[in-house]
């Protein structure tokens, strides 16, 4: 969010006005673009059909489209990232431990659905002894997953025993430590011919329902859906998905039905898991009625559906578009929390921040000495110091033997002031490559 960026009602949007945010996701409306400038009354009334307000960049703005707004200065709404990183810092923070681990325990037994028993998991492998099964789990994953799209391109039954093997394989190393999956998956990411939005999300949902307790059946059936809830879209025409300019209402309504043709390729195909098709058929339904394609509110969602629409919104928030650049993990996490109770169920966006950290493996970040790392691993106690991996001096330039750092220990600078993560960095900052830091 842009610093001096204000929030109004949508009904005094003006012609000229730049777009910046929306009170709702990107995804669930006709506009593909994270950030426009309004150019006639018909994208006026159509954001008044798609939100109640929106966000506004004057600076982008055309002169004049907001000077009918009085106190612009006062009703801005600045989004700096070191005050979210305070806010975060006094729900995770090490002064919030004993009392934070008793509520989020609470709030875990909430979320695991009725008669399922918790499991509770073990210490997990080091990311280093992990790592290299990732790897393997991951390619033959992707690889399955390439396999399915074909076979649905051609009109064949997919073959659903084949990818059970492959979930089966992704539990397993999730259970072990699923640091390592989301590090792989993260650096594939930058390889566009590897990556697979399905992928992602499935490593996601592993993630938040190991952190929950979901037993080991209940994992797999999150990873199907997480691989199969786009399975749909390849029987949507490709230009539409591509499409860099605002969808018409006739083009919106034909992209929205890929949940239902991909329910429909699935049940073709042989017996679904009655959860894994909830959580295929739900995963853009909103907590308050505003997704598609039944407009499904409240409890008439499942958890599977709720845990699905969290992690499909930041997989693609941080994932590379046509329309649209990636966002750093901590801004798509900005979107999540503002939206969390509206449309997203606000204990699951909690607890998927806690499963996942602030800054998930993978993830750039900035150090207060100046120095650019990538984090390794997340602390489950203190999730604002994870394991880090130094790449850069503090003037920015790359080191030749990357450093790793353990932010949980309280590390110092120069000065003697506490080391500490400033900022999230956007993929490639400073010309960075995480493919050459790869290790195994």
């Not at 204000?6 to 012609?15: A, D, G, K, L, R």
Request: hydrophobic share 40%; aromatic share 6%.
């Amino acid at each position: 969010m842009l610093r001096n960026s204000v929030q109004i009602p949508v009904t005094q949007v003006q012609i000229g006005m730049f777009v910046a945010a929306l009170d709702r996701s990107w995804r669930d409306t006709p506009f593909p673009l994270q950030g426009f400038r309004v150019r006639d009354d018909d994208e006026i009334e159509t954001l008044k059909k798609a939100c109640g307000s929106v966000t506004i960049d004057p600076t982008h703005s055309a002169p004049g489209s907001f000077e009918h707004l009085p106190d612009l200065h006062v009703t801005a709404k600045k989004f700096e990232t070191l005050g979210w990183l305070k806010r975060l810092r006094s729900r995770f923070g090490r002064f919030a431990e004993a009392a934070g681990q008793v509520a989020e325990e609470r709030e875990k037994a909430g979320l695991i659905p009725p008669g399922v028993v918790p499991t509770l998991y073990g210490e997990m492998k080091p990311i280093e002894v992990e790592i290299a099964r990732a790897e393997e789990v991951y390619q033959s994953t992707d690889a399955t997953l390439e396999l399915v799209t074909r076979q649905v391109a051609d009109g064949e039954k997919v073959n659903l025993d084949r990818l059970g093997g492959a979930i089966e394989n992704m539990v397993e190393s999730a259970i072990a430590n699923p640091d390592a999956l989301l590090w792989v998956a993260r650096i594939r990411a930058e390889d566009a011919a590897t990556y697979a939005h399905g992928v992602k999300v499935a490593i996601y949902l592993l993630q938040l329902g190991r952190h929950l307790g979901f037993p080991p059946e209940q994992l797999a059936n999150l990873g199907a859906i997480g691989l199969l809830l786009d399975l749909g879209k390849i029987k949507v025409e490709r230009d539409l998905l591509l499409k860099a300019g605002k969808l018409t209402a006739a083009e919106f309504m034909r992209v929205k039905q890929h949940v239902e043709l991909g329910i429909r390729t699935l049940e073709e195909s042989g017996e679904v898991h009655p959860d894994v098709r909830d959580g295929i058929a739900q995963h853009h339904e909103r907590l308050d009625g505003s997704g598609y394609p039944k407009g499904l509110a409240g409890s008439a969602i499942s958890i599977y559906g709720l845990m699905a629409g969290v992690a499909d919104s930041f997989a693609a928030l941080t994932s590379l578009r046509p329309y649209a650049p990636p966002l750093p993990a901590y801004e798509a996490l900005k979107v999540l929390y503002g939206q969390a109770g509206t449309h997203y169920h606000a204990p699951l966006v909690e607890q998927f921040v806690q499963a996942i950290g602030v800054f998930p493996a993978g993830s750039l970040v900035e150090l207060s000495s100046g120095e650019v790392a990538t984090v390794l691993a997340h602390n489950r106690i203190r999730r604002l110091e994870p394991r880090v991996l130094i790449l850069t001096d503090a003037a920015k330039r790359p080191i030749h033997d990357p450093l790793p750092l353990d932010l949980l220990l309280q590390p110092k600078a120069a000065d003697g002031s506490d080391i500490k993560i400033v900022r999230g960095l956007p993929s490639g900052a400073y010309g960075l490559d995480l493919r050459q830091f790869y290790f195994k």
